[in-house]
């Protein structure tokens, strides 16, 4: 059987960095909406339903550190796989990032390698 193909909602505010993103996602098999602020991402969130989560930390106004915490303070959203984007690789960053909510980290650039592994690690078991 088919594997349902991951939605995933892709949030960078840096365009470049969200359409190479984004075609990343898409040859790897998610359906992809994107947005380039936290904000749009929590309004992204309200009113529909997501597998998955990519997540800049570093945005204007509201970062992806607090977008995610108001992400997780909506109930059907405490388990959803939030994945952050960053081009921060300390463990300082890290623990900022799972102390937000954030269930993963991943460094930039995105490669589909990177995807397929976030997309088996946290995969819903039927």
Do not use: W
Not at 3 to 11: E, K
Not at 12 to 30: A, H, P, W
Not at 109 to 125: H, N, Q
């Amino acid at each position: 059987m088919k594997a349902l193909q991951p939605t995933v909602l892709l949030v960078d505010d840096n365009f470049i960095n969200r359409k190479v993103s984004e075609q990343i996602l898409i040859l790897s098999g998610c359906l992809v909406h994107a947005c380039d602020s936290g904000a749009e991402a929590i309004n992204h969130i309200r009113v529909r339903t997501y597998d998955f989560v990519f997540m800049d930390c570093m945005m204007p106004q509201m970062d992806g550190y607090e977008a995610t915490v108001e992400i997780r303070l909506q109930a059907n959203f405490k388990r959803i796989p939030i994945v952050a984007l960053s081009s921060l690789n300390d463990e300082a960053h890290h623990n900022k990032c799972f102390v937000s909510g954030m269930s993963d980290v991943v460094i930039k650039p995105l490669t589909m390698e990177m995807v397929e592994g976030i997309l088996s690690k946290y995969a819903k078991v039927s």
